[in-house]
């Protein structure tokens, strides 16, 4: 059965930082590539993060400078540490896994950030 569990969201101050992690489990994952997406009510999932297998990353204009995504293939655990956070960064953040060229296979069930003062 294959698990992706986030963890790390909460409430912080528009400035602060979180570090979010997705544990994975179920899944060769030094296989898949891994991503953060965030997802506010009425608006679609957009990609914020990813990192492939071989450890490239690329992010959202909005995440750049502020947040860094990396991964622990010996922990099967990937991480998003977002810095200087903004109210417009509130959103429920998922974690997907894909396979090099294809859409997220699997998705876990998210995790609150809420930023406000």
């Known amino acids: 059965q294959v698990q992706l569990v986030e963890s790390g969201g909460g409430l912080v101050q528009p400035g602060g930082s979180l570090r979010l992690a997705c544990a994975a489990s179920?899944?060769?994952?030094?296989?898949?590539?891994m991503g953060w997406y965030r997802q506010t009510p009425g608006k679609q999932r957009e990609l914020v993060a990813h990192?492939?297998?071989?450890?490239?990353?690329n992010y959202a204009d909005s995440a750049k400078g502020r947040f860094t995504i990396s991964r622990d293939n010996a922990k099967r655990t990937v991480y998003l540490q977002m810095n200087s956070l903004k109210p417009e960064d509130m959103a429920v953040y998922y974690c997907?896994?894909?396979?090099?060229?294809?859409?997220?296979?699997?998705w876990g069930q998210g995790t609150q950030v809420t930023v406000s003062s």
């Open positions: 997907g896994a894909n396979m090099p060229g294809a859409p997220v296979s699997f």
């Open positions: 179920g899944i060769f994952f030094r296989g898949y590539a």
């Open positions: 990192i492939t297998r071989g450890v490239s990353t």
